[in-house]
């Protein structure tokens, strides 16, 4: 049914090509270069938005974007909706397709995701599930070649928990051919079929235990919070504790590194406020570009 489909679901699914397009145009809008678009590209289409859990960014720069591209959009959250009830997937993407353009969804399995794009029959965009974040990535190189220039050939370092924002950075190493150091505790590794995947098609990735291994001479250090959504505290903090991002270990990367963070930030633990608000951090540029690069991400799909 949906084949045809301009689903944004994991950037595994795309050729180097077309993602470059997508993040090129997100570039373009930010930069007031797209006028082939026009100044409301996307009037008279809406917007499907399906949040299983909470969001701030996603949420306003999605909302943000679809407005100002010229369409409209509709809040759904599962405490409201009969997907929270127990109407299946399945039935609410055929329903939703009746009345809207596309559907972007923040879930918890990935496998709802997948469900969400056979049977809808318009596109399905990846909003954050508990594998992976696509969009936040297209956000993440959008920044990095803002302030330095083509991300190709640089080294990016991720400390942490090898979470859902770690297996898109993965999957994108791959596809725009920079390097990635991961440091995690061995306990905490990213996904494995997705490592995997990006090694076998080519990408430069080490994954270590050692933080500052993975962070010496990068051009860019990640991290993101040490309990994401779908976890329990635990023993991840004890645990995490000697990846947290400090000065010191900022020290160890390039002169002109710069630090990164999808956020929400937990200031304290992943990441100490000198760094949040210090030299190398672009956080909030960053948070930004989650508009342009989700702005790109919409022409595309929509378009
Ligand atoms: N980075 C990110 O996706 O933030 P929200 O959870 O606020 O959407
Ligand atoms: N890893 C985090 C990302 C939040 C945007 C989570 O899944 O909660």
């Given amino acids: 049914m949906s084949r045809d489909l301009k689903h944004f679901l994991d950037l595994d699914a795309f050729d180097k090509d077309v993602l470059r397009q997508i993040l090129d145009l997100g570039h373009a809008l930010k930069s007031g270069n797209a006028n082939d678009y026009g100044n409301a590209p996307l009037a008279g289409k809406t917007l ?118 770690s297996n898109s950075f993965i999957q994108a190493a791959a596809l725009f051919d920079f390097s990635l150091r991961l440091a995690c505790p061995d306990s905490l590794r990213p996904n494995s079929d997705i490592l995997k995947w990006a090694i076998d098609a080519g990408a430069d990735i080490t994954v270590t235990d050692d933080p500052t291994l993975a962070v010496e001479n990068a051009d860019c250090v990640v991290t993101d919070t040490w309990v994401s959504m779908h976890q329990d505290r635990g023993d991840r903090v004890d645990v995490l504790t000697p990846y947290r991002v400090t000065e010191a270990l900022m020290g160890h990367a390039a002169d002109d590194a710069l630090f990164m963070h999808c956020l929400p930030a937990h200031r304290g633990e992943e990441v100490v406020d000198a760094v949040m608000d210090g030299q190398w951090s672009v956080v909030w540029d960053e948070s930004e570009n989650r508009l342009h690069a989700q702005k790109g991400i919409l022409l595309w799909s929509l378009g």
């Fill in 48 to 165: 499907a938005m399906i949040f299983e859990k909470p969001s701030t960014r996603t949420r306003v720069s999605f909302e943000v974007g679809m407005r100002q591209l010229g369409g409209e959009v509709v809040m759904m959250s599962s405490n409201d909706t009969q997907l929270g009830q127990g109407e299946t997937v399945a039935d609410t993407a055929r329903v939703l397709s009746r009345f809207v353009d596309a559907i972007m969804v923040r879930t918890d399995d990935p496998a709802k995701l997948q469900e969400l794009s056979v049977y809808a029959s318009v596109p399905v965009i990846n909003g954050l599930t508990d594998l992976t974040h696509p969009c936040q990535i297209m956000a993440d190189i959008m920044t990095f070649e803002q302030h330095r220039g083509p991300i190709a050939g640089k080294t990016i370092a991720w400390t942490g928990d090898g979470n859902n924002v």
